[in-house]
């Protein structure tokens, strides 16, 4: 079936630790996108990936880090510089240039202690 | 003030009652998105609409776009329905999320 799958469902990690998540996704679609949630907030767009190796930032870029070497896989880095990462992390693919659906991963909740 | 703007941000309604949640946005867009966000996190894609209406089983979702405004209906309500929705703009501007609660 085909579908977006993000690992772990919880991850926990000590402070000053980077952590990358996984995104991984069999659509064969163009477009890849970072999402972080907080409670009572709407979705910020972290990082978005329109094409195999290359990526633009979003709202919300500082203390991440992404590549794009696959078109499957676009790995998120939520780095030591990140000031509040505590949060429940979505990522989603879609079709490039269509005004269409995004199919979004189940994501990752991310507790730094 | 939000590009997308969700009312209520929280609803509580016993079972059966119809719903209305509402999305305005202060951009001109071309088409809106519904979502919904279940309880363990996973979104799913419920409308993508630009005029008029759409209808899925017991949702309907309406918009207008020179009102700039969309509404999620859901009628006869369930337990089951009970999630937080999201409304976002086709430039994938959110809303902060409406949650509904449906009481047995």
């Known amino acids: 079936d085909g579908g977006i799958t993000q690992s772990p469902k919880y991850l926990f990690r000590k402070e000053g630790q980077n952590v990358t998540l996984s995104c991984e996704q069999n659509?064969?679609?163009?477009?890849m996108y970072w999402y972080r949630q907080d409670p009572g907030q709407g979705l910020r767009l972290i990082y978005y990936?329109?094409?195999?190796?290359?990526?633009q930032k979003g709202d919300i870029a500082e203390g991440y880090s992404v590549s794009r070497e696959k078109k499957e896989s676009f790995p998120l880095t939520v780095t030591s510089a990140q000031k509040n990462p505590t949060a429940f992390y979505l990522c989603a693919s879609k079709v490039q240039g269509a005004v269409d659906t995004q199919y979004f991963g189940p994501g990752t909740r991310l507790t730094v202690l | 003030k939000n590009e997308v703007e969700q009312s209520p941000q929280n609803l509580t309604a016993q079972e059966g009652e119809f719903i209305t949640i509402n999305c305005s946005y202060s951009v001109g867009i071309s088409a809106l998105h519904w979502l919904q966000q279940h309880p363990g996190g996973g979104i799913v894609s419920l409308f993508m609409?630009?005029?008029g209406k759409k209808k899925h089983g017991r949702l309907i979702a309406t918009i207008n776009i020179q009102e700039k405004h969309s509404s999620l209906h859901i009628t006869a309500s369930h337990p089951r329905d009970s999630a937080v929705y999201i409304c976002a703009s086709q430039k994938l501007v959110f809303g902060q999320g409406t949650r509904l609660t449906i009481n047995p």
């Open positions: 659509l064969n679609h163009d477009a």
């Open positions: 990936s329109q094409i195999v190796n290359d990526f």
């Open positions: 609409l630009s005029s």
